[in-house]
Nanobody, 117 residues
Framework: QVQLVESGGGLVQAGGSLRLSCVAP????????MGWYRQAPGKQREAVAT???????DYADSVKGRFTISRDNAKNTVYLQMSSLRPEDTAIYYC???????????WGQGIQVTVSS
């Protein structure tokens, strides 16, 4: 079973920063775009940021200028640096190779990020 393992979540005050990390199997990481998604209570899952194999990035409007996605191909790791966090960023964050398997993707278990006001 393919495992994407997230780390780095937790509780932070508004205005603070967190960095999420996700390690994926090399067989998945090396050939796929990667992304971070989130789901807040009572809301649908939404895309936060994606990064292609070549490093091209895309962000949700709500996080532009505050979040940065990056990848370390040598470590099979994708990162999400989150700054100027807001209470509305509170959610479970998921790492994914979203376009793999003809769109079914590979997904991590999710990690909680809570931003207190």
């Amino acid at each position: 079973q393919v495992q994407l393992v997230e780390s780095g979540g937790g509780l932070v005050q508004a205005g603070g920063s967190l960095r999420l990390s996700c390690v994926a199997p090399g067989s998945i990481f090396s050939i796929n775009a990667m992304g971070w998604y989130r789901q807040a209570p009572g809301k649908q899952r939404e895309a936060v940021a994606t990064i292609t194999r070549g490093g091209g990035t895309d962000y949700a409007d709500s996080v532009k200028g505050r979040f940065t996605i990056s990848r370390d191909n040598a470590k099979n790791t994708v990162y999400l640096q989150m700054s100027s966090l807001r209470p509305e960023d509170t959610a479970i964050y998921y790492c994914a190779a979203p376009y793999a398997r003809l769109g079914q993707g590979y997904w991590g278990q999710g990690i909680q990020v809570t931003v207190s006001s």
